[in-house]
């Protein structure tokens, strides 16, 4: 298992300094970065003094370790709107936007893997038809559009819930919904087609045998089997809540990082732009390394292979 | 089997003539401003008026007009996004599953870590670092595709090179250059078809999306995104400015998903877990 973690890490380490490398690369495709990260009123003396610091006065290469050096210490530049350390300010703002993904999440799970399994149940009749519009509706329609639509019925014409900010309980209704419908259709249309796979399978067909009643048959040895491809994608679905969460925030005034992505990239941000990527890509590869550990403590099979 | 999804179809080829003859249909300048008539309703609204069908934004410019146009932005995108990124994708496919060994490791580690991060994320990093544009947009949505088009098609390569015509190819003295593209590219394009059909609704979704965020294709050309974008700050006091461009992307993007699956179950039924 030590091994296990350890060739895990090392992976990740490998991804982030490839991200690292194309966003350094990316800021160099038009010239001098410097003229992505000064202020419009900067001096001719602030804009050589940052050439120094950042070491763009050297070879390419000296340059790239000066960028790696910096970022290793913490160091990813400063905002140039909010002038203010980008680390700082993606960390002051990241707690808002953890305190929103979990729930779409569990709304995710809590709707979409019955809805699946029952419409899975249902094969091909009104109920398993119903799911599948609800489904392909919920892939179809971009998140953006549909907060607003959100709002545009429950805030404007119904005045049930407030249209944006943070707050109570009511505040979380409107955000969630729109950051977790995508998710939601993913999870029923993926438990719909893994459990009419598990179904067929020889293992139920013994519990059935064995007399056992079908509820249990059906919620606990098919769906413990069918959730396994969901398991398998869950990179895919952290790397959607990730981008969902910029549209989602910016439709809610939601002071989270998906905001601070969106303001970052309005006013031509290139630092914070660029911290932004960096530090999400460190939080999304430590949440798939979490997943990873957890899931080879589940299933031995995938740490020895 | 089922029957041809005709009212999709319908739907998808409106949108196309609507984008290809946008200059005939469209009643009004797309971009021309009349401050006198803005923020007008749809016509079938108290206040709206016939002149302007779906009613105007809050620069007075004709949504209708804007929405045809914008069509035009949203599948020219689409195009071009699944040209390059699926072409990519299905060449590194290719490449990766005939060659094997160390090529194909570096590939799919690629495949792999392109899957781990966001690619709206770099494709946001472009459009500040590159500037707003179509080269832009394409180059950032092809980033979004060319990993999955390369996992699948490697996937059917490897089964493909163990099958007897291309061992006979072989021992006739073909290349490797000219096995790949006469023997195996004919061989998933069926496949590729597939990808690409399923992934328009994808790349539309994601051109929205950038435009949306200020990211996709500048003002004034209108795209659809940016009307949704431009009419959010109105929806208390003129909801048809942000809904209607919306019911527009959905619209098309649930046909060509709904096309995409019925073309999928005819060509190739194994690709039902997507």
Partial sequence: MGRFIVRRLLHGLVLLFMVATVVFVLGRLTGNPVDLMLPEDATAEDRTRLIKSLGLDGPMHTQFLVFIGNALQGDLGTSIRMRQPAVDLFFSRLPNTLVIIPWAILLAMVVGIPLGVVAALNRGNMLDRGAGTIAVLGIATPNFWLG????????????????????????????????????????????????????????????????????????????R?????????????????????????????????????YEAVIYRDFPLLQAVIILKSILILSINLLVDILYAYVDPRIRLS | MQRLPWIPILIILTIFAMAIFAPLLAPHDPIDQTLKDKLLPPFWFEGGSTK???????????ILSRLIYGARVSLLVALLALTVGGGVGLTIGIVAGYLGGTIETILMRLV?????????????????????????LVIAISLLLWASFARIIRGEVLAL????????????????????????????????????????????????????????????????????????????????????????????VLSVNLFGDWLRDRLDPRLRQL
């Fill in chain 1, 148 to 223: 607003i639509v959100l709002i545009f019925v429950f805030s404007v014409e119904l005045g049930w819930l407030p249209s944006g900010r943070m707050g109570g309980p009511e505040h979380y209704v409107l955000p969630v919904i729109t950051l977790g419908t995508f998710l939601t259709a993913g999870f029923m249309r993926l438990t719909r087609s893994s459990m009419l796979d598990v179904l067929e399978s020889e293992f139920v067909k013994l519990a059935r045998i064995k007399g056992l009643s079908e509820t249990v048959v059906i919620w606990k040895h098919c769906l």
């Fill in chain 1, 225 to 261: 089997n069918a959730m396994i491809p969901l398991l398998t994608l869950w990179g895919v679905f952290v790397g959607n809540l990730i981008t969902g969460a910029i549209v989602t925030e910016t439709v809610f005034a939601w002071p989270g990082v998906g905001r601070l992505t």
């Fill in chain 2, 52 to 62: 302007y069908i779906l009613g105007t934004d809050a620069f007075g410019r004709d």
């Fill in chain 2, 112 to 136: 792999d870590a392109a899957f781990t991060f966001p690619a709206i994320l770099f494709a946001l990093l472009l459009s500040v670092t590159l500037g707003q544009g179509l080269g832009t």
């Fill in chain 2, 161 to 252: 090179k163990q099958r007897d015509f291309v061992a006979l190819a072989k021992v006739r003295g073909c290349s490797t250059l000219r096995i790949m593209a006469t023997h195996i590219l004919p061989n998933v394009l069926n496949t590729f078809l597939v990808l690409v059909t399923l992934n328009i609704g994808v790349v539309i979704i994601a051109e929205a999306s950038l435009s949306f965020l200020g990211a996709g294709i500048p003002p004034p050309t209108p795209t659809w995104g940016l009307m949704v974008s431009e009419g959010r700050g109105r929806i208390a006091d003129a909801w048809w400015v942000a809904l209607i461009p919306g019911i527009a992307i959905t619209l098309l």
